[in-house]
C-alpha cells in the first residue's frame, strides 16, 4: 500500500498562487509515478499533471500549461503541484495518485489521496 496525504489547500483571489503538497508513505514512493487530478462539482474527475517516477519527465491538461508546475522530491517522499494565476474554473478538490504507468488516465492509478480543496473566487 502506498499511502498518500494532500495538504496546501484553500481560498485564493483569481490571479493567486496555492502550492499542494502529497506525503506519501508505505511503500517505496520513487518507484511509483505521480499525478494530480481534479473533479468539480456535478463532473468527473480529471487529469491535471503527472511526473515521471524519476521526476524526469512531466505532463500536463492544455488548460494549465504555464501556469501549474509538478514536481517530486524522492527524498523527502513527496510531489507538489505549483499553481500559479489561478482561476475560478480551477476550483475543484484536488487529488494525487499514484500508480506504475505513467498515464493520464485516471484508471491506470492504484492509489489515492483523500482530496484537497482549492477555490478561487473572482
Known amino acids: 500500500q502506498l499511502q498518500l496525504v494532500e495538504s496546501g489547500g484553500g481560498l485564493v483571489q483569481a490571479g493567486g498562487s496555492l502550492r499542494l503538497s502529497c506525503a506519501a508513505s508505505g511503500r517505496t514512493f520513487s518507484r511509483y509515478h505521480m499525478g494530480w487530478f481534479r473533479q468539480a462539482p456535478g463532473r468527473e474527475r480529471e487529469f491535471v499533471a503527472v511526473i515521471l517516477s524519476s521526476g524526469a519527465s512531466t505532463a500536463y491538461t492544455d488548460s494549465v500549461k504555464g501556469r501549474f508546475t509538478i514536481s517530486r522530491d524522492n527524498a523527502k517522499n513527496t510531489v507538489y503541484l505549483q499553481m500559479n494565476s489561478l482561476k475560478p474554473e480551477d476550483t475543484a478538490v484536488y487529488y494525487c495518485?499514484?500508480?506504475?504507468?505513467?498515464?493520464?488516465?485516471?484508471?491506470?492509478?492504484?492509489?489515492w489521496g483523500q482530496g484537497t480543496q482549492v477555490t478561487v473566487s473572482s
Open positions: 495518485a499514484g500508480g506504475s504507468l505513467y498515464s493520464i488516465s485516471r484508471v491506470s492509478y492504484d492509489y
